[in-house]
């Protein structure tokens, strides 16, 4: 009878008292546990913050004695350590400055430089050091769609797009499509974005993945590759470049949404054949840009063109720009796509305000809208799995 005992003793009793002292030890500590977050809880409460917004006309050097009370010596230290960290940094207007205090001590202060970094400057025992660091977002990727009803930008608007978001958009299409005069109602864009999450508060949005715009009954996709540089670029699913020699358009809905808050029918219907050009509806003032890189050949007032400018883009390519109230730019000179040349105007033989827009091909004028203009280099290589990736990941979202 006593071997069962020693057993009944070795199956049930250890593992018993294993298992309470396991138990107490393990109540114990998330006790410590508890009480540790609680600690530091009550260290984390006794940092506070404090905003302060820059106004114009403000200097650091002012701000950081008269809003943080900091003396001279501190002040100058701040200066220099910032500069060695980030050397040119200029505040913003409109921006903010975070101060950080302990037990109402001031402990240093956090600034955004961009979008994507912001340099933390910390002061201690009279000792200041300052740091860039990465912006801690978390990223959550976002589908939206929308349809054309009233204006690209009020559609946009209406399905809860930013106005950066809308003007990327614009930008990714902006060599296929004429988003100021040729958006058709109906017209529909399906997107996926990167929305920025910065301490659980949606701060803003990063960049377009996928997205596709159908206008007029045409669909046009573009996917975003980031190379080995981070320098981002968007192809079409076979790899081609969206980026083409010539913007569709000198009219940038970048630059002038604001006016428009409707859409319009395309402009030029039977008046292209009459006078080898098109003319753009747009007021007077309103932005020119060059559609590609090039150079100026024709800066000046020329006949019944009134104030006209030419540009030589290479290849074959030149295009002209006609009835300027405002010329930015001189003859010779070098420009790039979607640089400010002019602005509308109704000078020379015109009836009123508006864009004559020609583009020559090999010395032959040309419909700007129909004639197929050469692309960037397609992807490179070593970037189509990505491409591939992004399509497999997101195509099926854009319908
Ligand atoms: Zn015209």
Redesign the pocket.
């Known amino acids: 009878m006593r071997k069962p005992i020693f057993f009944i003793l070795l199956i049930v009793v250890i593992p018993l008292i294993v298992f309470l002292v396991w138990g107490s030890l393990k109540v114990a500590n998330s006790l410590k546990v508890k009480a540790q977050l609680r600690d530091q809880e009550v260290y984390q409460a006794r940092f506070t913050h404090k905003d302060y917004t820059i106004v114009k006309g403000d200097v650091i050097v002012a701000i950081l004695q008269k809003e943080a009370g900091l003396d001279y010596d501190t002040t100058t230290k701040i200066i220099n350590s910032i500069n060695k960290a980030q050397k040119g940094l200029q505040i913003k207007e409109g921006n903010k400055i975070n101060f950080i205090y302990f037990d109402g001590i001031f402990q240093g202060l956090s600034y955004d430089i961009n979008d994507e970094k912001f340099i933390k400057v910390s002061v201690e025992n009279g000792n200041v050091n300052s740091v860039v660091e990465n912006i801690p977002y978390e990223v959550e990727v976002v589908v939206n769609k929308g349809t054309i009803q009233s204006s690209f930008y009020a559609d946009g608007v209406s399905v809860g797009l930013t106005p950066r978001v809308i003007m990327e958009l614009a930008g990714v299409f902006a060599w296929d499509i004429d988003f100021v005069n040729s958006l058709y109602e109906g017209d529909n864009f399906y997107l996926v974005y990167e929305k920025l999450i910065r301490d659980g508060e949606a701060v803003g949005t990063r960049d377009i993945l996928a997205a596709r715009f159908t206008n007029d009954g045409t669909d046009y996709y573009a996917y975003r590759v980031v190379d080995e540089k981070g320098n981002i670029k968007y192809y079409a699913e076979n790899g081609d470049a969206k980026k083409r020699l010539l913007l569709k358009t000198p009219l940038n809905f970048k630059r002038i949404s604001s006016q428009f808050t409707r859409s319009r029918r395309h402009p030029v219907t039977g008046?292209w054949r009459a006078?080898k050009?098109?003319?753009l509806a747009a007021s007077t003032g309103t932005p020119v840009e060059s559609v590609g890189d090039g150079v100026v050949t024709y800066a000046g007032n020329n006949g019944g063109y009134g104030k006209f400018i030419k540009i030589n883009h290479g290849q074959g390519f030149a295009t002209a720009y006609?009835?300027l109230s405002k010329i930015y730019i001189k003859n010779g000179a070098r420009v790039t796509q979607g640089q400010l040349i002019g602005a509308v105007g109704t000078t020379g033989t015109s009836t009123g305000p508006?864009l004559?827009y020609e583009m020559h091909k090999n010395g032959v004028v040309v419909h700007p809208f129909n004639t197929e203009v050469p692309k960037d280099v397609p992807i490179p290589k070593d970037l189509k799995p990505q491409l591939a990736e992004t399509v497999a990941e997101y195509k099926e979202k854009l319908n």
């Open positions: 008046a006078h050009g098109i003319d006609a009835h508006h004559h």
